[in-house]
């Protein structure tokens, strides 16, 4: 019903910059919080920034001041911006949408996830 597609990892090195997107798409009414998600090997996934409809965000700790959450209500779709990024930033991000389908059905939607390596 819904599909969530990421793009804009790849590799880049220690204090660059990345721009992940994520396009949400489907039978969707509307859309509440939207969210980046990432997740590494042995590790629990942890949210790292999210977005509500109406512009409010939050952020980990660990990368305020580094990375910029925002999205495009028209587009249904979400970015995150990434600056200064540290080797231990390197994971596999996933976007996350809270959505509200044409039929008034409920859902957490996810995309597949997309890798960013941060090495020199």
């Known amino acids: 019903q819904v599909q969530l597609v990421e793009s804009g990892g790849g590799l880049v090195q220690p204090g660059g910059s990345l721009r992940l997107s994520c396009a949400a798409s489907g039978r969707i009414f509307s859309i509440n919080t939207m969210g980046w998600y990432r997740q590494t090997p042995g590790k629990q996934r942890e949210l790292v920034a999210g977005?509500?409809?109406?512009?409010?965000?939050n952020y980990a700790d660990s990368v305020k001041g580094r990375f910029t959450i925002s999205r495009d209500n028209a587009k249904n779709t979400v970015y995150l911006q990434m600056n200064s990024l540290k080797p231990e930033d390197t994971a596999v991000y996933s976007c996350?949408?809270?959505?509200?389908?044409?039929?008034?059905?409920?859902?957490?939607?996810w995309g597949k996830g997309t890798l960013v390596t941060v090495s020199s």
């Open positions: 977005v509500t409809s109406g512009g409010s965000t």
């Open positions: 996350n949408a809270q959505v509200m389908t044409t039929t008034y059905y409920r859902m957490n939607a």
